[in-house]
C-alpha cells in the first residue's frame, strides 16, 4: 500500500493510493483506515513530506560490513530539517564541502520501546526514501554534529511511504545532474533493521511518524549550489530535490 500526504486546499491531505487515485483518510496510523471520500489524480498532486516526525534519527557508521566492529550508534536531525520531494536543500554560504546520502527510511507505525529482536518490524509502518544531507566541512568544528546535519532542507524524504515492501535487500541507486554516481542496496548495510531499532528502542521512544535513516552503504556524494539529486529505491521509489544556495552566514563567536 502506499501513503502519503498532498497539499489540499485548505491544508495537509493524508491518502492512500488507489489505481489513478489518491484517495483521502482520516488518519494514516489508524489500524483501519477510514476514508473521508475526497480524492485526487495521481500525478496532479503536490506532495508533502510524508510525514510530520517527532524524532530524526540517522544511523552512524553504518556503510558497510566492516562497521559492525564498531558499536551501533546514532545521531539526531531537527525535524524542521524535513523536506519534500522538489524542495530544495539550501546550503549556507561558507559552509564547505556537503554530500549527500541516499538512504532506505524507516517511518516508524506505533509507539516502540525496548522491542526485541524479530518484532521490530510490527512497529514500522512502511518504508521512504531518504537523503542524508551532511556538511561534512563541519565536522571537525562540532563533534555533536549540530552544524553538520541540521541545515535548511538537510532531510529530505518521499514522496510516499511503501507499506508492502521488504527491505532487506532494495537497491539504492543515486544520481546527480543525471549521472549514475553511487549503486547499492540495503543488504549491505552493517547493521540490520531489526538490530537498528532493537538498539535504537533500548535507549528511548519512538512513536507515530518518527524516521531513521538507516545508513549510507556507499551511497554518498558531493553536490554544490546548482546540482539536482535524485534517489531511487527499488520497490520504494524515486525522490528529486534541488541544491541552491542559502543565506550568508552571520559572524560566529570565537573561543
Given at each position: 500500500m502506499r501513503l502519503a500526504r498532498i497539499q489540499g486546499d485548505a491544508g495537509p491531505v493524508p491518502v492512500v493510493?488507489?489505481?489513478?487515485?489518491?484517495?483521502?483518510?482520516?488518519?494514516?496510523f489508524a489500524?483501519?483506515?477510514?476514508?473521508?471520500?475526497?480524492?485526487?489524480?495521481?500525478?496532479?498532486?503536490?506532495?508533502?513530506?510524508?510525514?510530520?516526525?517527532?524524532v530524526v534519527l540517522g544511523m552512524?557508521?553504518?556503510?558497510?560490513?566492516?562497521?559492525?566492529?564498531?558499536?551501533?550508534?546514532?545521531?539526531?536531525k531537527s525535524p524542521r530539517t524535513v523536506?519534500?520531494?522538489?524542495?530544495?536543500?539550501?546550503?549556507?554560504?561558507?559552509?564547505?564541502?556537503?554530500?549527500?546520502?541516499?538512504?532506505?527510511?524507516?517511518?516508524?507505525g506505533r509507539r516502540a520501546r525496548h522491542l526485541a529482536p524479530g518484532?521490530?518490524?510490527?512497529?514500522?509502518?512502511?518504508?521512504?526514501?531518504?537523503?542524508?544531507v551532511t556538511a561534512v566541512?563541519?565536522?571537525p568544528l562540532d563533534d555533536r554534529l549540530l552544524q553538520a546535519k541540521s541545515g535548511d532542507g538537510f532531510t529530505p524524504l518521499g514522496p510516499w511511504i511503501e507499506t508492502d515492501v521488504d527491505p532487506a535487500d532494495l537497491g539504492i541507486t543515486v544520481i546527480v545532474n543525471d549521472e549514475v554516481v553511487a549503486r547499492s542496496s540495503s543488504h549491505a548495510l552493517?547493521?540490520?533493521?531489526?538490530?537498528?531499532?532493537?538498539?535504537l528502542s533500548s535507549h528511548l521512544e519512538l512513536g507515530p511518524g518518527d524516521i531513521v535513516?538507516?545508513?549510507?552503504?556507499?551511497?554518498g556524494a558531493p553536490v554544490a549550489p546548482g546540482d539536482e539529486v535524485e534517489i531511487r529505491i527499488d520497490g520504494v521509489g524515486a525522490l528529486r530535490n534541488p541544491v541552491r544556495t542559502g543565506p550568508a552566514r552571520a559572524a560566529l563567536p570565537t573561543p
Open positions: 493510493q488507489r489505481g489513478d487515485r489518491w484517495e483521502a483518510v482520516h488518519d494514516l489500524d483501519d483506515l477510514e476514508f473521508t471520500g475526497e480524492s485526487f489524480p495521481v500525478g496532479q498532486v503536490t506532495f508533502l513530506p510524508p510525514v510530520e516526525p517527532r552512524a557508521h553504518n556503510s558497510g560490513p566492516t562497521d559492525r566492529t564498531q558499536p551501533p550508534q546514532a545521531f539526531f523536506v519534500a520531494d522538489g524542495d530544495p536543500v539550501v546550503l549556507d554560504e561558507g559552509i564547505g564541502p556537503v554530500s549527500i546520502e541516499g538512504e532506505l527510511a524507516v517511518v516508524i518484532e521490530t518490524a510490527a512497529a514500522v509502518l512502511g518504508y521512504t526514501v531518504g537523503n542524508d566541512g563541519q565536522i552493517a547493521w540490520s533493521l531489526d538490530e537498528q531499532l532493537v538498539y535513516l538507516s545508513g549510507a552503504p556507499g551511497t
